[in-house]
Every structure is written in C-alpha cells, then in structure tokens.
C-alpha cells in the first residue's frame, strides 16, 4: 500500500488542511474522482479536496440512505476496541490539502473497488441530489484503478534499482503512454476489461527486462 | 394403446346399426394420448439421466480438480502466485478469490509463510486455471475470468468464484449453462439489480464520463 499513488477514498491521518484563515491537523479522505486528482498522470494538483473523517458509531447498512452527507468506514481501526473503531467521512466538512501535505507513511487505509464507486455515489448524492448506480461507476472508475495497481506494481520493484518513488512512477506511466500496438496505449486496453491481463502480464515482462 | 386395438373400437362389426362407433376425433385423441403417455415416459427417463450425468459430470469434475489440487499443493505458495501473476491475475483479484486481504497476498509474495488452508485455496485456484483451459478450451484464462458474463453487467467468473459459486463457475465454462441461467442462479434479482439509467460516454476531455442513458 506504501507505493500506491494516491487515489479516491485514501485516508491520511494527521494532515495538515486549509480552513477559513487558518490550518489545522485532521484525518482525512481524498473524495475527488481519481481523474481530478493529477493533470499529468503522476503529480497530484496544487490543491485537492478531502473530507473530515472522524469517529461516527456504526450506520447499519439499511440506513445508509439515510445519511447522505457521510462516507460510513465501519472497522476503519480494526484494532482499537473503543468507539473510535468505527469512523465515517463527513462530505459537509470538506478542506484543502496540497500535495506536500500528504505522507505516504500517514495512510492508513485504501478502498476496494466497490468502496470507490460507493464513495463516488455518496459524494456526487450529497453535492448534486443526483444519485447514480454503482455499476455505472464501475465502468468509469475501473481503468484508472486498475493504473494504479499496476504503478504501484512497478514501482515496488523498481525502488530495489535505486529509483525513489516519483522517478519509478514517472517510468510506470511513460510505459503504460506507449503503443501497445495498432497506435492503442496501454493505458486505453485497462478500459477494456478483458484487455487488463494482457497488460498486466506485459508489465511483469517488462519488469523482469529491466533487472 | 397400439393402432390395431383402436381400429377394433371403430369397427362395429356384427352389434348393428345403433351403436355407433366412437367419433374419429376420439381416435386421434386416444392416439395423441398414448403418444403422450409415451413421449411424456421418454422425457423424463432423459430427464433422470440428464440429472445423473450431471450429477455424474459434476463429481468427476470435481474428483479430478482435487486431485489437481493436491498436486499444485505441492509448490511453494510463492512460485503458485507468481504463476497466476504470469497468467495475468491482478494481485487484488488474487486476494478477493482466495478470500484474504491484499497486503496478506503481499506478505506470501515476499516469501512469508502461509495457513495450510490458505495454501490449499492458492493451489486449487490455480487447478481451476489449467481445468477451465484444457477442458473447455478457454484462452487467457485470466481474461476469461474477468471477463462479464453478460455485457454491461458487472458480474465475471471472479465474482462467482469470490463468492463461493466455484459450481456456477464450472458450469459456465463449460457451455452447460448460458450467460442468463449463470445469471439467475447467482442472483434471481440481477436485471433490476443492475439496471442503470446511466451510461459511461467518453467525454471532450478524453476522460470517462456518466450521463443519462437516450430514451
């Protein structure tokens, strides 16, 4: 989880955050679509919204609609055994982070897939009243997962080459940019389901040609 | 009732002018019945022996992947995983299938050691691989797997197998069953499960986007 770029729904504790006038230190969720993170495919914007998490008491599964404005992260703590176990993001407190701000080593949780269109779901409810299938996500935020799998994949075995994270990840995505051939990148055939396992296995190739 | 037997109740031989031999339709609805009778007797012997070969199939089929199993058992877990890296399996998806965490599979990857069991579950997901390919001839197992089962519904045979259908799994590969009845058996609901007014349309940016379907 260390190497992964930072993608939707990522929580970071101890942050630092932008609010009226003044900075604070919160625990936060990255609640931007994976898309809106970066507008070069490695460096994250100068400024990116989160959302508070905090404690919240368990939301039973059949009363999430109920709680629009919230992510609920039920077991966010595992292993804490006080009521700080369970923890929502709260959308109506949302802050501005800039990419200095956020630690790789202060991450402490990544969603799933379906905790991605989930979060996508809530937060586009919560802010448009708009409520859109999960599935339908799925067919929006599953190649840009899929990246970032894959970069993190690249960049775990590139770091024992010496390289630091950002020139592994910079070598992740010129690859994923170049032709797979017909004049298609790689990172068009991860839109295509069925594409995804020939791209993965040409990346272990290419990792292996690297050593 | 054989056809000479019926021609008998037609003929009205020597009894005489008033009885009158039962209608003609009568003939052909006896006919039609024993035909029936017969067909329905028929259809359910293969009725049965469908059944029991199914059964008989299902058994062998699963005799043979515990056998495979027992012996993909034998390699390490590291050199197993590595084999389905090579097959094109994402590590996520590794994880989701053998039913643990990512940093768990992460953990065995580094040489970490791991449950029998969850050996076991590495090993026999790798034997479902080489089963599904040598017996239903599917290419690029690993693409088969994510591969939905029906277009535009987000369930694949790693969903299936995720969530302990490795039968529904089986079943589809081999042709025994279609894409609507792996559908129905797995969730009677799906086609309004997944229904969605929504579609993904690729955007003046370039980027995934979703708007209403056009009616």
């Not at chain 1, 629009?68 to 923890?87: A, E, F």
């Amino acid at each position: 989880m260390r190497y992964r770029p930072v993608f939707t729904g990522d929580v970071f504790e101890k942050v630092t955050v932008q609010s009226l006038g003044c900075t604070r230190t919160k625990t936060v969720m990255m609640v931007q679509h994976p898309c809106a993170l970066r507008s070069n495919g490695v460096d994250l914007q100068a400024r990116l919204m989160v959302a508070e998490v905090r404690q919240h008491s368990v939301i039973p599964v059949e009363d999430w609609t109920g709680h629009v404005s919230k992510m609920p992260l039920p077991d966010l703590n595992p292993s804490v055994t006080t009521r700080n176990r369970h923890q929502a993001a709260f959308f109506d407190e949302p802050y501005l982070v800039g990419p200095d701000d956020l630690d790789l080593n202060k991450r402490v949780a990544c969603l799933s897939q379906t905790g991605v269109n989930l979060l996508l779901q809530r937060s586009v409810h919560h802010n448009s009243r708009a409520v859109v299938p999960t599935v339908t996500y799925q067919g929006v935020s599953s190649p840009a997962y899929e990246e970032a799998d894959l970069i993190e994949d690249w960049v775990e075995q590139r770091l024992d080459a010496g390289l630091d994270i950002r020139e592994a990840t910079v070598e992740a995505v010129k690859w994923l940019r170049e032709d797979a051939g017909g004049g298609v990148m790689r990172q068009m055939l991860l839109e295509d389901p069925q594409s995804r396992s020939t791209v993965r296995q040409q990346l272990r190739v290419a990792l292996r040609q690297l050593i | 009732m054989p056809i000479d037997r019926m021609r008998e109740l037609r003929e009205p031989g020597t009894a005489g002018t008033d009885i009158k031999p039962p209608p003609p339709l009568t003939e052909t609805r006896t006919v039609a019945k024993v035909f029936t009778e017969g067909i329905g007797h028929i259809r359910q012997q293969v009725r049965n022996l469908h059944e029991t070969t199914d059964e008989l199939h299902q058994q062998s089929h699963y005799a043979e992947w515990y056998a495979r199993t027992s012996e993909r058992g034998r390699s390490r877990t590291q050199d197993l995983l590595d084999e389905l890296a090579d097959l094109g399996f994402a590590w996520r998806d590794v994880a989701r299938l053998v039913g643990v965490s990512v940093p768990a599979v992460q953990k065995w990857r580094r040489g970490e050691g791991t449950t029998g069991e969850n050996r076991q579950k590495v090993a026999s997901l790798l034997a479902a691989c080489d089963l599904v390919s040598e017996h239903y001839a599917v290419q690029d197992v690993a693409s088969w797997f994510e591969m939905p089962v029906l277009i535009g519904i987000p369930v694949a045979p790693i969903d299936l197998w995720a969530n302990g259908r490795s039968d529904l799994v089986f079943d589809y590969a081999s042709g025994h069953t279609d894409s609507d009845q792996t559908l129905a058996a797995w969730d009677p609901q799906w086609r309004e499960r997944y229904r969605s007014d929504f579609e993904v349309f690729q955007a003046g940016d370039g980027q995934r986007s979703v708007r209403p379907k056009a009616h």
